[in-house]
């Protein structure tokens, strides 16, 4: 017995169908709760190649919801814990695991190299900047979230509409893990439908899931999905840049109240709600808003055009 012939026999797959699966190269980005399932399975399926890029290390409180972590991991980069992990259940898959955060400037490489891109991350800045990449790029992008009972996952990109314009319209306000609370088997499920909707796209199944998005109620027992093959794209969506792309001119502005200092000595560190009283002064080529997810920088720029007509820019500033 080989070890894929169980799927193998699957007429969806056969031997042309694991031959592409060992041929192909998956991008994951994240490596937490949602990559724990995404990982194995596509392991475990004999996706030939897997690049993993995360920059975050394991600490024991996400041991409940990250289970291919054992305490002897503990401190250590969650990519290469993952990756020795992976090695061990199958030593057939390449495992290339990248110590780093995603940020624009590194993302086109690693798409354009992928056949394939999962965003397992947890910020907005990552999962649009991956969406936009994808967009140019005309690659397929599986995206999901979990949060508390519920979460979602859908292929964007790729010839489907981007996540934006799944999401014209981000939340006022966002909670964490740490302040809403997950449970694991809820980001477990939004993993396990992403590696299916990976194979899926890998095998050419029909229908595709790219245009469907599936959304989970753990809490009611309930799942609803649907299709957005026909959802607009924004018509001026505020990019993301790396902070290698800061300029001279631009006026940064770090939004981090949380962070003692900023993140470079020549950024304003400000609250939300001191930037509206902030005058720009003639001759700024650009705004930069930056802070932890993306998210309090997009919702200011959106406010801040409405009385400066001037280019703005975001930037996602990880932790440490």
């Known amino acids: 017995m080989t070890r894929y012939e169980r799927q193998i026999v699957l007429p969806e797959v056969g031997a042309e169908g694991q031959e592409r699966l060992r041929s192909a190269h998956i991008l994951v980005v994240g490596a937490g709760g949602l990559a724990v399932p995404v990982l194995q399975y596509l392991a475990g399926a004999g996706v030939g190649r897997l690049t993993l890029v995360d920059g975050d290390h394991i ?37 290339r695991p990248m110590a780093t955060w995603l940020d624009p400037e590194i993302a086109p490489a690693l798409v354009d190299a992928a056949d394939l891109v999962l965003d397992c991350a947890d910020t907005f800045a990552a999962s649009l900047t991956l969406s936009d990449t994808c967009r140019a790029a005309g690659k397929p992008l599986v995206t999901a979230s979990a949060l508390g009972l519920q979460g979602y996952v859908a292929g964007v990109c790729g010839g489907a ?68 093959d026909d959802a607009p794209e924004p018509a001026a969506p505020l990019p993301f ?10 006026l940064v502005i770090d939004l981090r109240t949380e962070a003692p200092e900023p993140f470079r000595a020549d950024a304003l560190h400000m609250s939300t709600d001191a930037l509206p009283d902030l005058g720009i002064a003639p001759g700024t080529e650009r705004v930069v808003l ?8 997009h919702n200011c720029a959106v406010a801040l055009r409405a009385r400066w007509q001037g280019d703005i820019a975001l930037l996602g500033v990880p932790d440490g």
């Open 59 to 95: 600490e024991e409180g996400n041991l409940h919801r990250q289970p291919l972590y054992r305490m002897a991991d503990l401190d250590a980069p969650k990519v290469q814990a993952a990756a020795a992990a992976l090695h061990a259940l199958n030593p057939e898959v390449d495992i």
């Open 161 to 228: 509409p981007s996540l934006r314009a799944v999401f014209p319209d981000l939340p006022a306000s966002a909670p964490t893990c740490s302040s809403a609370g997950i449970l694991g088997p809820v980001v477990a499920m939004m993993g396990i439908m992403q590696a299916q909707m990976a194979l899926s796209v890998l095998l050419d199944l029909s229908p595709s899931p790219l245009g469907q998005m599936l959304v989970w109620d753990a809490q009611n027992w309930r799942m609803v999905d649907f299709r957005f």
């Open 241 to 250: 840049i790396a902070a290698s792309a800061i300029r001279p001119g631009d």
């Open 290 to 297: 930056a802070c932890r997810t993306g998210l309090r920088a």
